[in-house]
Each structure stands twice: as structure tokens, then as C-alpha cells.
């Protein structure tokens, strides 16, 4: 995660992977699926989805992660409510939005 928060400066293969696979979920599947291998990336997406990108990422990443160790751990997200039922889906906390400025 930290080689994505580097963007483009850091690890080349964590940026391709990020450009490659998380891009096409944020953006128009059908224009960076064709679009990825012709146009530059800020051709194709705009600051805004690789920002979401790289929050959606830093927020579910450790949460992720421990969902798939042996045996699976229950990790909180930084940035959105983990609570269930009635109150899912309550959206991104004030430090989230800030984050998603920043980045």
C-alpha cells in the first residue's frame, strides 16, 4: 500500500498493477479497457477516480488483507462506518474526505 501511496515516483510493477486493475473498476470499464494500452492514464481517467482509486484502496487495504489470513481477522476500515444493518452504507468520515483532498 505504501508503494501506491508513492504514485508514480514509487515501485513500477505496484503502479502498473494499480493502472492495470484498480483503475478499470473506478473508471468506464469499456473506455480504459480499451483505452489503457493506447492513451496515457490522464487521458483516459480523470484526477478524481485515481484519487477515489488510491482512497478506496487505502481505507479497505489492512481490512482486506487480514480477511484473507489463516484465521481470518476482523480489521476496521479508517475512513467508513463497519457497522451493519440499518445503518450501512453511512459514507466517508470527515478525515476520509480530507484524505481524498490530499491524495
Known sequence: MNELLELR?????????F????????????VW?????MKL????CTISNEAFALLILYNNWEKWC???STPPQNVDT???SNI???HKFQGW??????KYNEL
Open 78 to 80: 479508517y475512513f467508513t
Open 33 to 37: 479497457g480499451e483505452e489503457k494500452t
Open 9 to 17: 515516483e514509487g515501485n513500477m510493477s505496484a503502479w502498473t498493477w
Open 93 to 98: 468520515s470527515d478525515e476520509g474526505i480530507a
Open 84 to 86: 451493519k444493518g440499518c
Open 66 to 68: 487480514a480477511e484473507m
Open 19 to 30: 493502472a492495470d486493475k484498480v483503475m478499470e473498476c473506478i473508471t468506464e470499464k469499456k
Open 41 to 44: 492514464m490522464s487521458e483516459a
